[in-house]
């Protein structure tokens, strides 16, 4: 079995994606710590934001810039790892980690304000984010777009953004209407996991391999070209993804459709212990009104 060192540093550690991220981290501590007061409505960045927005950050790297990416074109298992985490857990990191006074401002914008409000609808936001998902994985979609790096890129950015408008509803703080609260979260959640079921499945209960660019070597060395520079490409002899793995292809992509799934149901299982948490924790603090209020009442008689 072949080593993936072969593909050198720059293939391996992505150093310029490094450096972008590296860059808006710095950004985001200027923005929202020291140039704070020059916007209304601010409040003090919190420890948990910014601990929220470095873990987004690491995690992005871990998952489009390390080693894991340049497996991610070579086992579909891989590939899966990186859409779960890429689309089910940095997209609530990330709106939990900027302030909620950034996010209205943005919101507000003209430019904005129609399209949000339009894409965040919960039902909508749904169906968007899964019919997304699941038209990806399409296996001659998923091969089309993963021989463009122009076309995978931009439906890898438009995808992220419908993850955003479907998190929203669960996640925001903003008191603008769209936030689900009680059982509607809890149906939202269900609701998600039974509309991804079915690409996973496809991708499970499959008896052949489904994408030639994790199964046919000119068109995996094409889809290669996506994270590996073609002048390095041209210069290595290889003849198949399975050089990289002992796995074989079939496997490995049904392995991919389980390890979806499981990220899912880990992170909406977090989610919906929250919602349950903070249910138990509000009808508490009723609880104790409802208490006082009593107390206060029986005192007025006497």
């Not at 860059?23 to 409505?41: A, P």
């Not at 996640?171 to 936030?179: F, L, M, P, S």
């Not at 391999?209 to 290669?224: E, I, N, Q, R, V």
């Amino acid at each position: 079995m072949m080593s993936i060192g072969i593909f050198g540093f720059q293939a391996l550690w992505s150093p310029f994606f490094l450096g972008a991220l590296l860059f808006i981290t710095v950004l985001y501590f200027f923005l929202f710590t020291k140039w704070r007061n020059k916007f209304k409505e601010s409040e003090p960045l919190s420890k948990r934001q910014a601990l929220l927005f470095i873990s987004a950050m690491v995690i992005l790297y871990a998952v489009k810039g390390s080693p894991l990416d340049v497996m991610g074109h070579i086992m579909l298992s891989y590939h899966m790892v990186q859409m779960g985490v890429l689309y089910l857990i940095i997209p609530p990191l990330l709106i939990k980690a900027i302030p909620w006074w950034v996010w209205k401002r943005i919101i507000e914008l003209p430019v904005i304000r129609p399209g949000f409000n339009f894409f965040t609808k919960p039902i909508l936001a749904l169906i968007m984010f899964n019919g997304l998902f699941s038209f990806y994985h399409i296996p001659d979609v998923l091969d089309f777009l993963k021989m463009s790096n122009a076309l995978h890129s931009v439906y890898t950015v438009i995808f992220f953004f419908f993850a955003l408008f479907m998190w929203w509803p669960l996640v925001n703080k903003q008191n603008d209407g769209r936030e689900l609260h009680g059982l509607k979260k809890v149906g939202y959640i269900f609701a998600s996991g039974v509309l991804l079921t079915p690409a996973c499945a496809l991708i499970v209960f499959a008896t052949e391999p489904l994408y030639s660019t994790y199964s046919d070597a000119s068109a995996w060395l094409k889809a290669m070209e996506l994270c590996v520079p073609v002048s390095m490409l041209s210069g290595l002899n290889l003849s198949s993804p399975e050089l990289f793995s002992n796995m074989p292809v079939l496997e490995d992509q049904k392995l991919g459709g389980v390890i979806m799934k499981i990220i899912q149901e880990i992170v909406y299982g977090v989610i919906l212990a929250q919602v349950f948490f903070e249910w138990f924790q509000k009808e508490q603090e009723q609880a104790d009104e409802i208490t006082q209020a009593d107390l206060d009442r029986h005192k007025s008689t006497f």
